[in-house]
């Protein structure tokens, strides 16, 4: 079971970015998916999340209006598409999957991880 995410780069403040999480060894369409970010020196955090039991979407605050989170099941990914970028996202950024009925923006109740893509947002 793998989850790979791909798409991070060197971007300039108020670009746009499409990250991806493609999941081989199983399908995504039980799993809720959430995307989190580390920056250096701090904790993981939760961008956004998305629901499996409902197809429900939920987003950080320093995110909302800007990330979003969409899920093809034909092709068995979870893109996670940046607009607005701001220095502040710079960080590696993850996708998660998990059995679970909700989708928390908490890192702990995930129970697969990919390695991560870098997101450098700079002029």
């Known amino acids: 079971l793998q989850l790979v995410e791909s798409g991070g780069a060197l971007v300039q403040p108020g670009g746009s970015l499409r990250l991806s999480c493609a999941a081989s060894?199983?399908?995504?369409?039980?799993?809720?998916i959430g995307w989190f970010r580390q920056a250096p020196g701090r904790e993981r955090e939760g961008v956004g999340c998305?629901?499996?039991?409902?197809?429900?979407?939920y987003y950080a605050d320093s995110v909302k209006g800007r990330f979003t989170i969409s899920r093809d099941n034909a092709k068995n990914t979870v893109d996670l598409p940046m607009n607005s970028l701001k220095p502040e996202d710079t960080a590696v950024y993850y996708c998660?999957?998990?059995?679970?009925?909700?989708?928390?923006?908490?890192?702990?109740?995930?129970?697969?991880w990919g390695q991560g893509t870098q997101v450098t947002v700079s002029l």
């Open positions: 998305f629901s499996s039991s409902d197809g429900s979407t």
């Open positions: 060894g199983f399908t995504l369409d039980y799993y809720s």
């Open positions: 998660a999957a998990g059995l679970l009925p909700l989708c928390p923006l908490a890192p702990r109740p995930y129970d697969y």
